[in-house]
């Protein structure tokens, strides 16, 4: 199972800001799913047998599906065999050591279209193996193992070995595949006693704790409106959606609060971090949890999924999210399967004689182009079989491929024609491109390259509120490069939105500016209703903490930072997170707190070099570069490869004029991430400084043709070709530069005669 990297990495709309109808007097407790069955007979029967109730069970010959008659399979040379002892089902494979041992199999973890497999350590620590079995029929290439890595080794040295941090069960699993979990993580031993209610996703999972429901059902209390829920979804028959006159598209009769279902749903099918260790059902979304916003390297510039990131985020893109149909039009909550088979699902709200029809998509009927998902729902597949669609329900865009390289539906199935086919084709078909008429694909692309002309258009991104919520918010995260007296009032707006997800991404964006403008901005946010608002806003505010404030300023950003620290514990077992607080403590000048966070989250993980990067930065800042010196040289034993380390070091050695040792680190952390801006200024900036100021422009070069709007490369390379007598390059640098960044202070520098000869 592949999981998310980083777990600080994290971001919902006016709906999702209303309260779901909440709590009872006295908190309630969790009963088991066995409580409700009695009074809820056709619910658990539909139930029973989902994918909900096989997401995780004891290992048994009646739950396990793999082969394990003494199977072998071979992993780049590691063969592994899965056999039985009795009812014991065991798998000698290579360890967290990399010996060969014997495993034995504790729970089966899912059912379709893979099954995967626990194996529990003394620690408590539940790790779920890299072989998985394919459980398709054997007609559809399953019935096999496969690796979930299958194109590169993962060494016993990789976390995403199955003995790794990242395939182990009580962080990145457990929390949606069981109900009621508690990870019980006790830092002093480092050890787990993790524990649950139902082991599977039973009915508490989603209506939270259940006892007082139970109480009012046996007429031992009164509860009228919620009946002792802390969540109650609105019964499907209150949703009544119904055809205007000369309407292919039903319309919802009532407008209804959303919130409740979809932010219950998406407290797992959701990419997010969790900020709350057990986050209280009935209670906003982004009080336990930081939902991703749009960013790069999870969703393509046009919002379609690229890593795993669930259904949530792509929903909320949705025009249907906008007209307000919930999860559970379309998938029975209980036994999880569509409403209607097929098209049928769609044309419950969309007339079947207009839409599934040849006149519409073109395709003979009955085959794999005529089926409404294929087109507006195109799948990507993940852990090897596992096909997901997106829930974006986008218009296929081909000529955006043409323009931008993204994915489009027509090529995932027409793989042999070019996507200027595809976009030909549409426009022949529609007699126009189709366009969903608010694209935002080439702003976030522009502002992925940090292409100037990207500022103005997510400036007017950030404020059509016609758009997604979360297309508005991940528009304001990417102003954050940009951030300028044109585009700050821009941020305080988004900062003031009744959408918390368009908050925060404005807190995120000021991440960029100078602390001292940060307060006046984020201090209001700092008592926002949402957790995660607040935390982040509190964030950005802990360099602050050290400067001269009024007491009752200093004493608001230290409650806030408090509660940010208590949410990063949440995930004490996780490094990440105590790098986190590493980072909060050292920016708020709490060095001996940060050192310790530091070297925690070093115990915690002793390859986790972006640790020693960090403590070897707080040491720079203490005068102590020796220090700093053999934990930078320690992270490059664990990672040669690391661009990080070898740039830190890099500066490390310039600081204390070892310049042709820097030069060697500075130039390898360039080659390892060419992308990197910083990396490429600082290594030509030493080149200029060891006097070699040619070799420095042939760097800025390079990256500038990589990077033709990155101020830092422009402004050097100015200077530098003045120095090498290359008046014009010079003039035509700087006059790019003035171009892109008349509003910046350097600019005054190059009119003065700094960058251009007096002609």
Same mark, same amino acid.
């Given at each position: 199972?592949?999981f998310?990297?980083r777990?600080?990495?994290g ?14 007097a ?8 066995a409580a ?24 048994t ?9 003494g ?19 065991l ?8 010996k ?39 007609t ?5 193992w ?16 199955w003995?790794g941090p990242?395939?182990n ?5 457990a ?9 019980n ?39 009228s ?10 019964p ?9 006159a ?77 007209q307000?149909?919930?999860?559970s ?28 029809s ?5 395709h ?44 489009n ?12 086919w ?9 007699g126009?491109?189709p ?7 080439a702003?976030f ?14 400036v ?18 990417e102003?954050g ?31 960029e500016?100078?602390?001292g ?12 209703p ?22 009752e300023r ?12 208590a ?8 490094p ?17 707190g940060?050192?310790?966070? !530091?070297?925690? =989250? ?8 972006? *640790?020693? +990067?960090? #403590?070897a930065?707080l $040491? @720079? ?18 990672d040669?490869?690391?661009?990080e ?37 600082? !290594?030509?900036? =030493? ?8 070799? *420095?422009v +042939?760097? #800025?070069?390079?990256? $500038? @043709? ?21 008046f014009?390059?010079a ?5 790019r ?23």
């Open positions: 199972m592949r998310p990297v777990p600080e990495w971001c919902l709309l006016l709906a999702f800001f209303l309260t779901p109808v909440l709590v009872a006295e908190e309630a407790d969790y009963v088991g799913g409700c069955g009695g009074c809820h007979a056709e619910q658990a029967k539909a139930w029973a047998g989902s994918h909900h109730d096989l997401a995780m069970q004891p290992a010959p009646a739950t396990v599906l793999g082969d394990f008659r199977v072998r399979f071979d992993y780049f040379g590691v063969t592994s065999r899965f056999f039985r002892r009795g009812d014991r089902f798998v000698n494979t290579d360890g967290p050591d990399g060969f041992a014997d495993f034995e199999i504790k729970y089966t973890f899912g059912v379709y279209p893979l099954q995967q497999y626990l194996i529990e350590f003394p620690d408590g620590r539940l790790q779920a193996l890299g072989i998985a079995w394919d459980s398709r029929p054997k559809r290439g399953g019935q096999r496969f690796h979930l890595y299958p194109k590169e080794r993962i060494g016993p040295s990789d976390p995403l070995h003995t990242l395939q069960w009580n962080h990145m699993c929390d949606c595949h069981s109900t009621n979990f508690r990870k993580y006790d830092l002093r031993t480092n050890r787990f006693d993790s524990a649950w209610t139902d082991i599977d996703v039973a009915c508490e999972a989603c209506h939270g704790p259940g006892s007082q429901h139970v109480a009012w059902a046996e007429g031992k209390t009164e509860h409106a919620d009946r002792g829920l802390d969540v109650r979804f609105r499907r028959r209150e949703r009544v959606w119904t055809f205007p000369n309407s292919s598209i039903a319309r919802l009769s009532e407008a209804t609060n959303t919130g409740p279902e979809i932010e219950t749903c998406a407290r797992c099918h959701a990419r997010r971090e969790q900020i709350q260790a057990n986050p209280v059902h009935g209670r906003p979304l982004l009080d336990g949890f930081v939902p991703a916003l749009l960013t790069q390297g999870l969703y393509h510039p046009d919002g379609q999924m690229q890593d795993e990131v669930y259904n949530y985020g792509s929903f909320l893109q949705s025009k249907m999210y906008r307000g149909v919930v999860c039009d379309c998938h029975d909550p209980h036994s999880l399967k569509l409403r209607v088979p097929g098209n049928g699902v769609c044309a419950q709200c969309h007339k079947a004689e207009k839409y599934d040849p006149a519409h998509h073109f003979k009927t009955g085959s794999e182009g005529a089926r409404c998902a294929a087109c507006h729902m195109p799948a990507t597949t993940y852990m090897g079989v596992d096909r997901r669609h997106d829930h974006s329900f986008r218009i296929p865009q081909p000529d955006l491929t043409v323009e931008l390289g993204v994915p539906a027509c090529n995932r199935c027409h793989t042999r024609e070019k996507p200027s595809a976009a030909a084709r549409l426009k022949r078909w529609y126009r491109k366009r969903a008429g608010k694209d935002f694909a702003i692309a522009a502002a992925r390259q940090g292409r100037a002309s990207a500022e103005d258009r997510l007017q991104l950030a404020m059509n509120t016609a758009q997604a919520g979360i297309v508005r918010a991940t528009a304001l995260f102003l490069p940009y951030l300028s007296g044109k585009t700050l009032p821009v941020v305080r707006q988004g900062l003031g939105d009744s959408d918390p997800l368009v908050r925060l991404g404005a807190v995120e964006a000021l991440n500016a100078d602390p403008v940060r307060f006046p901005l984020l201090s209001p946010l700092l008592n926002d949402l957790r995660a608002v607040r935390i982040r806003a509190a964030r950005a505010l802990a360099p602050l903490v050290s400067q001269a404030l009024p007491v200093r004493t608001a950003i230290e409650r806030g930072l408090y509660e940010y620290i949410a990063q514990k949440a995930n004490a077992d996780r990440e997170s105590w790098m986190n607080i590493g980072l909060a403590y050292a920016e708020s000048g709490r060095h001996k940060a050192e310790a966070a !530091y070297r925690t =989250a070093m115990k915690l993980r002793s390859d986790f070099t972006a *640790a020693y +990067v960090n #403590l930065d $040491y @720079r800042a203490q005068g102590r570069d020796a220090e700093g010196e053999s934990l930078l040289r320690a992270a490059l034993k664990i040669p490869d690391s661009p380390s070898h740039h830190a070091l890099g500066l490390l050695l310039v600081r204390h004029k070892r310049l042709d040792e820097a030069l060697e680190h500075l130039q390898r952390a360039v080659t390892l991430n060419p992308e990197g801006s910083r990396f490429a200024y600082v !290594y030509a900036v =030493a080149l200029d400084a060891a006097g070699t100021t040619d070799k *420095a +042939v760097v #800025l070069e390079k990256h $500038y @043709r990589r990077h033709p709007d990155d101020r830092d490369t422009l402004y050097a390379l100015v200077r530098f070709n003045r120095q090498l007598g290359r014009q390059a003039a035509d640098y700087a006059k530069f003035q171009e892109l960044a008349s509003d910046d202070p350097r600019s005054r520098g190059l009119q003065d005669g700094l960058g251009t000869p007096n002609r």
